[in-house]
């Protein structure tokens, strides 16, 4: 089911039962999505990563996901653009910037507890009402429904991630910094340049992840600068020069250790794997 708005608004809605019915290939301009897997064993590979679904877990992608469906079925896929509702402009209103989407975490994923399992059902059948419907009144109905979805996921995401040990506060200095990052790993590499930008010390960021996890700020930052080389090994034509200059280094040599350090293989042994 898919609705087009007057100026180009897209929302998409898709009951998967097999891998000839995802339908996610249509070009659009900054997509987001979120891919709702009802059973476990599931097979999905993204950026060349295969991962095993668990029931009624949700992935959240963005246009940057490099998705091959191995072997789906019994999934749903909500899928829009920035025209029908943009995350970043209503990010008071969701608070999923950061979090859901352009964020540290290379992949946002999450498991839909039992007892919230009914909300998003629920909602899901609104959604298809609505998708019927053809009044003036349709688009607004979708993007509250829409906004509605995203608000329960973040509020699962945060529990599952730890960050009810934050108050929202300083949730919001994560959820900065982790924006942040996504808009300047490229050129932006250390975590004071990340801390003056936020009017932060280094030492309160990193007090604020350690209560997060076991990554350091800095380590958000290098490993996506690591995603990035990958993807660019995997789905681009650039060489190991031209892809080490497209993440921040200054020369290949330099780029070829710290692609080492981390992935344990050389840039040009990943490529050819």
């Known amino acids: 089911m898919i609705f087009r708005g007057k100026t180009n608004e897209y929302l998409q809605l898709e009951s998967i039962q097999c891998e000839k019915d995802f339908k996610q290939r249509e070009e659009l301009e900054s997509p987001l999505t979120f891919i709702w897997f009802e059973k476990d064993g599931q097979h999905i590979t993204i950026d060349n990563v295969e991962y095993k679904s668990s029931a009624n877990e949700i992935f959240c992608l963005t246009e940057f996901h490099k998705v091959d469906i191995a072997d789906v079925c019994h999934a749903r896929l909500l899928r829009f653009n920035r025209l029908f509702y943009c995350v970043i402009d209503h990010d008071s209103e969701v608070s999923c910037t950061g979090i859901l989407f352009f964020g540290a975490s290379q ?138 200059y497209e993440v921040g280094f200054e020369d290949s040599q330099t780029f070829g250790r710290f692609f080492k350090k981390l992935e344990g293989v050389s840039p040009t042994e990943f490529k050819m794997r």
């Open 107 to 244: 992949l946002p994923k999450f498991v839909i507890p039992d007892e919230e399992l009914e909300k998003f059902r629920t909602i899901w059948k609104m959604f298809e009402l609505e998708m019927q419907s053809h009044d003036g009144l349709q688009l607004e109905m979708l993007q509250s429904m829409l906004k509605r979805f995203i608000i329960l996921c973040t509020r699962i995401y945060k529990t599952q991630h730890h960050y009810t040990a934050l108050n929202n506060g300083k949730i919001d200095i994560v959820r900065e910094y982790n924006f942040l990052v996504e808009q300047n790993f490229k050129t932006t590499h250390t975590v004071a340049e990340y801390a003056a930008m936020l009017n932060k010390s280094p030492k309160t960021l990193s007090n604020l992840f350690s209560k997060l996890a076991d990554k350091t700020p800095l380590q958000y930052i290098q490993e996506r600068r690591l995603l990035e080389a990958k993807r660019l090994l995997n789905f681009s034509d650039m060489n190991v020069k031209e892809i080490a």
